[in-house]
Each structure stands twice: as structure tokens, then as C-alpha cells.
């Protein structure tokens, strides 16, 4: 199974914001504008949410995509009625694949291959449903070439002109920024309460990221 979860958490989902945040709830949008400043970065931040897996696809047939970025995942085998799928992967004009595993029934249709790192090598955390963080800790140093997804995500926002939103050097700097966000505003008198706020890690710095212990949100100065 994905880290659903910790997915969610950082909005990894299409119609979600990061930190737990959705785009039906009032001035979400605005609060994670403000906490990124992202009008000083880039004009196109979404309005709304994206289209979910079977939209997406359907959405490249349709040829409104023109670009596609697969992550941690392998829609050619995963997806319901695969054929459909692979015709669209057949029509999308650019398919980019992060992939641990040098044959998989999607890189045929990858107009570039970018080497990731695999379970056993990654270094972050994960989130159970019982909304317990754990560590996960890289049992081996990634292969060759290969590289971890946040470093990846992070040297292509460079090259895009993004890099000062983007100098990371460890996981620990983005989840101190994830831990920041999700206390950010919370708990004003003007608006409900956030249930997902881990703003109690904040600061940990590299050590006490990587001696963090599993512990179960929310994790803040009045819930430690």
C-alpha cells in the first residue's frame, strides 16, 4: 500500500491543498498562498482542484494535456481498463517516469526515464491510518544514478526558476516547512480550527528529525 495518508497530509491528492487543506473550505486557497507568498513566485496558482486519476487520463485523449509527470506509481497496470489508459500514454506528447525498476509496463511510453530511489533506500517519513509519523529511515544509499523524489521534484523547480523555493538539502527542511504550514493561522477566532496541525515538531533541525520516535497527530504546544 502508498503512504495514503501522508499523501493527504501533503496534498498529494488533486483536490487537495497541502497540510490537510482542501479547496472547499473558505480561504484555504489564500492561507497557503500567504504561507508560500506564492504571488511572488509564479501567477498560476490552481483555483481549483485538478482532475483525479480516470479524469486525467481521459482529459490526455482529449488532448488538453500535454505533459505528463508519473511518480511513484504505474497507471499502465493500475488504473481500471488499462487499454484506455495506454492509448492516452500513446497520445500524451511528453511522458516523464521516476522509476526504481528498469523494466515496467509504463516505460515504453516514457519520453524520459528519471532513476528514483526504492523502498529500502528512501528517507523520510510515512503516516499510518491511525495518523501515527513514522520515520523511514534508507536501509541502503540509492544506486548509480538514482535519486530520491524530493530531490528530483526540487533540481526540476530549479531549472524551471524556482530555486528559491526549492533549497532543500535534507528531508528534514521540507518537513519543517510542511510542520510550519500546518500550524500556520490555526486556531484564530475567525475561522474553525484545523484538525491536522503538527506545528509541535517545528525546529527539530536534522538530529531530532532523524531520531524522531512514531508519534501520533496532532502534535502541537497544547497536544505534545
Same mark, same amino acid.
Not at 482529449?62 to 511518480?71: D, F, N, Q, T, Y
Given at each position: 500500500?502508498?503512504?495514503?495518508?501522508?499523501?493527504?497530509? %501533503?496534498?498529494?491528492?488533486?483536490?487537495?491543498?497541502?497540510?490537510?487543506?482542501?479547496? *472547499?473550505?473558505?480561504?484555504?486557497?489564500?492561507? %497557503?498562498?500567504?504561507? &508560500?507568498? !506564492?504571488?511572488?513566485?509564479?501567477?498560476?496558482?490552481?483555483?481549483?482542484?485538478?482532475?483525479?486519476?480516470?479524469?486525467?487520463?481521459?482529459?490526455?485523449?482529449?488532448?488538453? #494535456?500535454?505533459?505528463?509527470?508519473?511518480?511513484?506509481?504505474?497507471?499502465?497496470?493500475?488504473?481500471?481498463?488499462?487499454?484506455?489508459?495506454?492509448?492516452?500514454?500513446?497520445?500524451? =506528447?511528453?511522458? #516523464?517516469? /521516476?522509476?526504481?525498476?528498469? *523494466? !515496467?509496463?509504463?516505460?515504453?511510453?516514457?519520453? #524520459? %526515464?528519471?532513476?528514483?530511489?526504492? &523502498? /529500502?533506500?528512501?528517507?523520510?517519513?510515512? !503516516?499510518?491510518?491511525?495518523?501515527?509519523?513514522?520515520?523511514?529511515?534508507?536501509?541502503?544509499?540509492?544506486?548509480?544514478?538514482?535519486? *530520491?523524489?524530493? &530531490?528530483? #521534484?526540487?533540481?526540476?523547480?530549479?531549472?524551471?526558476?524556482?530555486?528559491?523555493?526549492?533549497?532543500?538539502? *535534507?528531508? &528534514?527542511?521540507?518537513?519543517?516547512?510542511?510542520?510550519?504550514? /500546518?500550524?500556520?493561522?490555526?486556531?484564530?477566532?475567525?475561522? =474553525?480550527?484545523?484538525?491536522?496541525?503538527?506545528?509541535?515538531? %517545528?525546529?527539530?533541525?536534522?538530529?531530532?528529525?532523524?531520531?524522531?520516535?512514531?508519534?501520533?497527530?496532532?502534535?502541537?504546544?497544547?497536544? =505534545?
Amino acid at each position: 500500500q502508498p503512504n495514503a495518508m501522508g499523501g493527504r497530509e %501533503v496534498g498529494g491528492l488533486a483536490n487537495q491543498l497541502a497540510a490537510h487543506m482542501d479547496y *472547499h473550505t473558505p480561504g484555504a486557497r489564500e492561507l %497557503v498562498s500567504r504561507f &508560500w507568498a !506564492t504571488g511572488t513566485l509564479t501567477p498560476n496558482v490552481p483555483e481549483g482542484p485538478g482532475y483525479k486519476a480516470v479524469e486525467l487520463f481521459e482529459a490526455i485523449e482529449r488532448g488538453e #494535456i500535454k505533459a505528463l509527470w508519473v511518480m511513484a506509481t504505474n497507471p499502465a497496470i493500475s488504473l481500471p481498463d488499462a487499454a484506455r489508459v495506454r492509448a492516452a500514454l500513446e497520445k500524451c =506528447p511528453l511522458v #516523464i517516469v /521516476s522509476e526504481c525498476a528498469a *523494466h !515496467t509496463d509504463l516505460l515504453p511510453y516514457a519520453d #524520459i %526515464v528519471l532513476p528514483a530511489s526504492g &523502498w /529500502s533506500e528512501k528517507d523520510g517519513t510515512v !503516516t499510518n491510518s491511525e495518523r501515527r509519523i513514522s520515520r523511514q529511515r534508507g536501509m541502503l544509499p540509492p544506486p548509480g544514478d538514482a535519486r *530520491h523524489d524530493w &530531490w528530483i #521534484i526540487a533540481e526540476v523547480a530549479k531549472r524551471l526558476g524556482f530555486a528559491e523555493a526549492f533549497e532543500y538539502s *535534507h528531508p &528534514w527542511e521540507i518537513f519543517d516547512e510542511h510542520a510550519r504550514l /500546518s500550524g500556520f493561522e490555526n486556531g484564530l477566532t475567525d475561522r =474553525p480550527k484545523r484538525l491536522f496541525d503538527i506545528s509541535g515538531l %517545528v525546529g527539530l533541525g536534522r538530529d531530532g528529525y532523524d531520531a524522531l520516535a512514531p508519534i501520533q497527530w496532532p502534535v502541537t504546544d497544547q497536544a =505534545p
